[in-house]
Each structure stands twice: as C-alpha cells, then as structure tokens.
C-alpha cells in the first residue's frame, strides 16, 4: 500500500519565479492538504481540497494556489517566488468520513536564491 | 480557531531516561489530538493520536499520551528512551467541526545521548 508520494524532493528557483509541486495522495484517501514549514518552526496549514475544489484555506497569499484531479492527486503553485517561500513543503492526505487522520508525504525541500 | 503551544523547544535526555513532552492547547470547541515525529530530513509521521475514548492513548514503539481535558493538556511520555528516539516532536490539534485542519505547535527536539 503506497502512501503519500511528493515530487521533487528537492527544488532550487530564483526570486521571482514560479514553482509547482505534486503530491499523489494514500490509496484510498481523496482529501489533500498542503502545508509550509519553514526551518526550526511546526507546519502552517495552507489549504485543503476536496473534490476538485479548495475547502479551506490558511493565513497564505493568493500567490499560492492549487488544485486537485480527479484521481486525487494535486498539485502546489507558488508565483512570483520570495525569498521567505524557502521552506519544506508537505502534502497531507486523509479520507473523507475519517476521524481527521491525516498522512504526511516526505515533503518537498524548496529554496529560494 | 486552535492554538498549540509546545513548552519546550528542546529536551536533551541520556540514553534509558524517561523522558516527557509537554503540550497545551486552546479550542472554543472539541478537538481530535495528534503527536507527529519527524526524523532529520523526512515528512511527519503519526506517532499516536486521542479521537475519543480512553484518555490515555499509547503507540507500538513505547511512547504514550494522556489528554487531559481540564487542564487542555496533552504531553507525551517515553519510560525509557533509545538513541533512535531522537527527533522533532511535533504536537498538534484538528477541530471536530472543520474540516480537519490541523494546527501544530512549534515542536520539540529531543537528543537522546548514550
């Protein structure tokens, strides 16, 4: 039974640009969620889908948006890149009528120069 | 909305110690309680969780939690750790009328020494 898979593990992009991140969610799962963690601090949520459609959405700009196919899997855009977007990136996944138990992928390692 | 605070920001403990984590949290309604450990370099992975029931909730690898409701309490416990208990230790909370997102504190990292 795979679990969450994320690509790529590791991304290096230029202030300014824009990244895209992927995550296959835990067989049987159909809820994403994607959150940021900056170095030396726990994970902030960023949003959830549901669906196709974001549920749910934390405290992050509009530069960062994303969406969801419908096998599940989904998908991370961050535009017009910051320095301050340098952090891991996890995709969490759980199924819907759970009890909020929630998978985490092994992260994307995003810096920016 | 929920907040998580982790009291200690790192815990250094001798190998075969006990050691404890300390965890409150703050919610206007009922909540589901998770602790997530992170190893150098990889995801989260679910250590153990309270969903209902007993209040005292424990993993297959030794370590357990209490929640304690009065007090918004929720610390992890290990009777005796192992140098590959060390880690990040992250504690964290999903209501149960949201959608489930979770809110994280801002870990604790424990080093385990021989």
């Known amino acids: 039974d795979a679990g969450v898979t994320q690509s790529p593990t590791h991304l290096i992009k230029t202030r300014g640009q824009q990244v895209t991140l992927r995550c296959s969610p835990k067989?049987?799962?159909?809820?994403v969620s994607w959150y940021q963690q900056a170095l030396g601090q726990g994970p902030q949520f960023i949003f959830q889908y549901y669906e196709e459609e974001e549920r749910q959405r934390g405290n992050f700009p509009d530069r960062f948006s994303g969406h969801q196919f419908p096998n599940y899997s989904s998908e991370l855009n961050v535009n017009a890149l910051l320095l301050g977007d340098s952090a891991l990136y996890l995709c969490?996944?759980?199924?819907?009528?759970?009890?909020?138990?929630?998978?985490f992928g092994p992260g994307t390692r995003l810096t920016v120069t | 909305a929920q907040s998580v605070t982790q009291l200690d920001s790192q815990v250094p403990v001798f190998e075969e110690a006990p050691v404890e984590l300390r965890c409150n949290y703050s919610?206007?309604?009922?909540?589901?309680l998770f602790w997530y450990v992170q190893y150098p370099n990889q995801g989260l992975q679910l250590l153990l969780k309270y969903l209902s029931g007993s209040t005292l909730v424990e993993s297959i690898n030794g370590f357990e939690a209490e929640f304690n409701k009065s007090q918004t309490s929720f610390h992890l416990r290990k009777p005796s750790v192992h140098i590959s208990d060390t880690a990040e230790y992250f504690c964290?909370?999903?209501?149960?009328?949201?959608?489930?997102?979770?809110?994280f504190g801002a870990g604790t990292t424990v080093t385990v020494r021989a």
């Open positions: 919610s206007s309604v009922s909540v589901y």
């Open positions: 964290a909370v999903s209501d149960l009328e949201g959608d489930y997102k979770l809110s």
């Open positions: 969490a996944s759980r199924r819907t009528g759970g009890k909020g138990e929630q998978y």
């Open positions: 067989s049987g799962h159909d809820t």
